[in-house]
């Protein structure tokens, strides 16, 4: 049973819009999420992360959104570069030993 | 400069042939851990470790056996490796848990 959800596994979007990644989870004892970047023959890179506590943390152009009670997080790219083409992985912990990944989502930002 | 690594980054093997895949990670950190990636499941975590002589099993450590004798070094052990371990597979540490995980550059392996 999947517990991280990336239901789109791409995304197309234009230089200098708004890219929107989703994910969902079905565990409620997750309590800490993040979102790592993945260029290829590369690991992947951490990128912003949210404890449940909080329902957004912004990073510059990144800013991450959980809402709890529909068990959803969205990573917001504004604007979007051709750099941030990449594939994006949603992850979530209960307990801050264990990770589970989402599949990822590809994003290809074009000019 | 602050790094993981890994070795062999590339390798070919045959079923039941035991080998190592090393990791190491020069930031001191506390938090080692080894996941495995395959097209269409994303990243699955095999071990981690907490720290020295601590460790403990991920979603799919089956197959698979980890030590940790030294903060820096946690290798990925597979006894008897078979055809299902084909995959990417990734080392990472942190200082205390899964915040902020530092990847290493990935181990591509083939099991025959």
Known sequence: ?111 | EAQVTQNPRYLITVTGKKLTVTCSQNMNHEYMSWYRQDPGLGLRQIYYSMNVEVTDKGDVPEGYKVSRKEKRNFPLILESPSPNQTSLYFCASSWTGVETQYFGPGTRLLVL
Request: hydrophobic residues 35%; aromatic residues 12%.
């Open chain 1, 1 to 111: 049973d999947q517990q991280v959800k990336q239901n789109s596994p791409s995304l197309s979007v234009q230089e200098g819009r708004i890219s929107i990644l989703n994910c969902d989870y079905t565990n409620s004892m997750f309590d800490y999420f993040l979102w790592y970047k993945k260029y290829p023959a590369e690991g992947p890179t951490f990128l912003i992360s949210i404890s449940s506590i909080k329902d957004k943390n912004e990073d510059g152009r990144f800013t991450v959104f959980l809402n709890k009670s529909a068990k959803h997080l969205s990573l917001h790219i504004v604007p979007s570069q051709p750099g941030d083409s990449a594939v994006y992985f949603c992850a979530a912990s209960g307990g801050y030993s264990t990770l589970t990944f989402g599949k990822g989502t590809m994003l290809l930002v074009s000019p």
